[in-house]
């Protein structure tokens, strides 16, 4: 099942090197840019997140400087299963 994710890295560098080892053809990235100092990028997975780059995962509130046109909702509700459930 596809899914939408935000990341942060730390610096460009390590955004460059996880993305160009772990990014599939059909995923689809767009580099939103540089916010509170993180290097950030929103990905549309042909398939689930591997997990080598859940580390970098961030949950702004709904749903951030940019979205997918219809991943809004989805976002939305993967936002309040896994940005807001107890640890």
């Not at 580099?31 to 997140?49: M, N, R, S």
């Not at 961030?58 to 509700?77: I, L, R």
Request: proline share 7%; aromatic share 14%.
């Amino acid at each position: 099942m596809a899914t939408f994710r935000k990341f942060a890295f730390p610096d460009g560098a390590t955004a460059e090197k996880l993305l160009g080892e772990f990014l599939q053809p059909l995923d689809f990235a767009v580099a939103v840019g540089e916010i509170d100092k993180a290097v950030c990028v929103d990905i549309l997975f042909h398939d689930t997140c591997p997990e080598a780059l859940a580390a970098f995962v961030v949950w702004p509130a709904p749903c951030g400087v940019h979205s997918f046109s219809g991943w809004d909702a989805q976002y939305a509700a993967d936002y309040q299963e896994f940005a807001t459930s107890p640890k």
